[in-house]
């Protein structure tokens, strides 16, 4: 039975004449929304259903296609002549949800989408990028008090093919309209929402722009080198095998390392090794208990060991040859912009920001990665851009210092707190120095420092204390942030996005610790993306001017990737280094890394 909304008049359109008429009525129209009903959720592969738009709230129409519905539908070539003025007018705003899925689907059956755009999906991340969700269903429901029509109900119960072509039209329509209709209503409850957050200017000025660089990148994809995933698969599954052997002599007996309990059997019963937390079915054997046991057994760390082999094995190796598209024969992982509440981009399918940076098995999945034939990759890196983020925002003159200097930040924070000169320090120093530089950012205490360091309680309490001595100006900012995060229930980054932290207001000491950590990062991390993502516009922009047949392929938490001729490599370097350098108007100078390659690794 339908549940479409109150007083909601939704109509099915599959005559020509009445398609010409409404392609008229929506090129003159100041805004419109628009949705797609596709074969798959993969917008570079997924088939066009149809096309919903809704001009007012409470009316919307669906526009089927011929040969993928179940009635006569529409032909590609009218729905093109009809819609394709509209969609591409420079004078109408179009309204979406998650509009990089429909403008690249769209774009493939030959209607580009150009001009004004509003995204629900983010201008809700802007307003509130820690709400659960920013889907469709449960904005309508949180911000309408409306209940959208499930997906599921389109299907009769036990239906195993779930074929959309084949849904009876009066019952799609009613579905696919409601997602138009509801887009609107949105954006009419979203837009005075992004004014009133103060979030309108991150929203329309580096948001919305970004969805076409994003949707450019996917499209583009990167190649792999499918023969040497092969190889390193083989040489993984013969690592684990003589690993698993090593850890089942070590026990005295087989068992199934993958089982936290039996592995926990082993380690507590049997070999008697000192317990740590318990839970619910038993000791714990997460990393960090491991970590502690690797001094104790050597048992611990082969496991550990064992552990990353499957992991990167299982979401790596294995997969990522069936996760070339066909037609392209590359990979086209997708870019989340309304995921991480910080503002950073993530990725999925595959997850590119997971593969480990300083792991030799990370290493050798980077190699993997391919230019086309005859192009290389380049790599471009902000150099320390968090720790830079937070001399500039800290004023700190003995960190800013430090980087005017050009100094190695760690060995130099070494210095600072032993007395020794930095040409004394060692590597076990430095690497002291750097996880104290890091815990600073992520606002971790005397016991999360001495859990990464493992050393005792009182000893990372005296380094943190050593640091602040050593940095009155990072404990000065980080206790002003605090005490206006406090009083504002919010932290901001440098270009205004926002971040709600009622945590700090709990009762509860371990939330309140929480909402107090990322009080400290989110303004760190939160404008390290803003800034990240302010680059991709300019250098975008740039490429389109250049004349140079470069690409930009992927950005992976500080890096961007481009794909580019050999002969290009230098221009490409002297256009995009100034670009990235020069978006802050920091205090304190950015500084980029690159580098080339056959591979990703040899670029990095």
């Known amino acids: 039975e339908s549940r479409a909304a109150p007083l909601a008049s939704y109509r099915c359109v599959e005559d020509a004449g009445e398609l010409a008429a409404l392609g008229a009525r929506l090129a003159a129209a100041a805004r419109f929304a628009v949705d797609t009903e596709t074969t798959g959720l993969d917008p570079l592969a997924a088939d066009l259903v149809g096309i919903s738009v809704a001009l007012v709230p409470g ?127 949105l954006a009419d409850a979203l837009a005075p929402a992004l004014a009133a957050a103060g979030v309108e200017r991150l929203f329309r000025d580096l948001e919305m722009p970004l969805v076409p660089v994003l949707a450019a990148m996917e499209a583009a994809g990167i190649g792999l080198d499918t023969a040497q995933l092969a190889a390193l698969g083989e040489r993984m599954e013969r690592a684990r095998g003589e690993l698993e052997a090593r850890i089942h002599a070590a026990a005295g007996r087989a068992f199934a390392i993958g089982s936290p309990k039996q592995l926990a059997a082993v380690l507590f019963e049997e070999l008697k090794l000192p317990a740590g937390r318990k839970t619910k079915t038993g000791h714990s054997t997460d990393e960090q208990v491991l970590g502690e046991l690797a001094g104790e057994h050597p048992i611990a760390g082969w496991v550990l060991e064992w552990r990353e082999l499957s992991k990167l094995k299982s979401t790596y190796v294995d997969v990522l040859p069936a996760m070339v598209l066909p037609a392209t024969g590359r990979v086209h992982t997708r870019f989340n912009q309304a995921v991480a509440a910080t503002g950073r981009l993530s990725s999925s399918d595959p997850n590119l920001q997971n593969i480990p940076v300083r792991s030799e098995l990370g290493k050798e999945i980077r190699r993997a990665f391919v230019p086309a034939p005859g192009l290389k990759l380049a790599s471009f890196d902000y150099s320390q851009v968090e720790l830079r983020i937070l001399a500039a925002l800290s004023g700190d003159a003995a960190l800013r210092e430090a980087f005017a200097g050009e100094r190695d930040i760690h060995r130099w924070t070494a210095a600072r707190l032993s007395g020794k000169a930095e040409a004394e320090i060692g590597r076990d120093e430095r690497d002291r120095a750097k996880a104290v530089n890091f815990g600073v950012l992520y606002g971790m205490g005397a016991h999360g420092l001495a859990q990464r360091l493992r050393i005792p309680r009182a000893e990372a309490q005296r380094f943190i204390e050593e640091y602040f001595a050593a940095f009155p100006g990072v404990r000065r900012w980080i206790d002003a942030t605090l005490l206006a995060a406090r009083r504002d229930g919010a932290v901001s980054t440098l270009l205004g996005r926002r971040r709600a932290l009622p945590e700090l207001a709990s009762s509860n000491p371990a939330l309140r610790a929480f909402g107090e950590r990322v009080a400290i990062n989110t303004p760190i991390q939160g404008s390290a993306a803003d800034l990240i993502k302010l680059a991709m516009l300019r250098v975008h922009d740039w490429l389109g001017r250049s004349g140079l047949g470069a690409r930009l392929l992927l950005q992976v938490h500080d890096e961007l990737l481009f794909e580019a001729a050999p002969g290009e490599l230098a221009a490409l370097a002297a256009g995009v280094i100034p670009l990235m350098e020069g978006v802050g108007d920091l205090a304190v100078p950015l500084k980029v890394e690159w580098g080339s390659g056959d591979n990703w690794l040899e670029a990095h």
């Open 59 to 185: 009316e919307a129409s669906y526009l089927p296609v011929a040969g993928r519905c179940a009635g006569t539908g529409l032909a590609l070539a009218d729905l093109q002549a009809a819609l394709a003025p509209a969609l591409a007018s420079g004078d109408c705003e179009k309204l979406a949800q998650n509009l990089k899925f429909d403008a690249q689907v769209l774009a493939r059956h030959g209607l580009p989408i150009a001009g004004p755009c509003f995204d629900t999906m983010l201008a809700s991340y802007c307003v509130d990028p820690g709400r659960r969700s920013h889907g469709l269903d449960a904005l309508a429901l949180e911000l309408l008090g409306h209940q959208m029509i499930p997906y599921e109900a389109l299907f009769a119960a036990g239906d195993k093919e779930r074929d959309i072509t084949r849904v009876p039209l009066d019952r799609l329509t009613q579905y696919a309209a409601e997602d138009a209709d509801f887009t609107l209503r």
